[in-house]
Nanobody, 119 residues
Framework: QVQLVESGGGLVQAGGSLSLSCAAS????????MGWFRQSPGKEREFVAA????????SYADSVKGRFTISGDNAKNTLYLHMDKLNPEETAVYYC????????????WGQGTQVTISS
């Protein structure tokens, strides 16, 4: 069992910055990749960024490259997402997810944290 809890969501002005955190607990030893997804009203959930636990691999959606930074702290079992130059269109619930080493799918999901960008 793995539990993921997001925090850091809130309201920010367009062009501003915000940082999110995801705390993992439980059987975290077998986590291979952690990532962030988001879902806006009326849209499907979309991939944002991912990071391997070893730190030797990362990936970003094209729409956030150069603006978002994913990082992790293994000692604290915490994943981070720093977001810069936010657009109102990026208002969404942001979700943390984790994948086990042998899994082909995302195994664990957090409840999400609301991020609202105002113009």
């Amino acid at each position: 069992q793995v539990q993921l809890v997001e925090s850091g969501g809130g309201l920010v002005q367009a062009g501003g910055s915000l940082s999110l955190s995801c705390a993992a607990s439980g059987r975290t030893f077998n986590i291979y990749i952690m990532g962030w997804f988001r879902q806006s009203p009326g849209k499907e959930r979309e991939f944002v960024a991912a990071l391997s636990r070893s730190g030797d691999w990362k990936s970003y959606a094209d729409s956030v490259k150069g603006r978002f930074t994913i990082s992790g702290d293994n000692a604290k079992n915490t994943l981070y997402l720093h977001m810069d130059k936010l657009n109102p269109e990026e208002t969404a619930v942001y979700y943390c997810a984790a994948k086990a080493g042998s899994s082909v799918k995302w195994d664990y999901w957090g409840q999400g944290t609301q991020v609202t960008i105002s113009s």
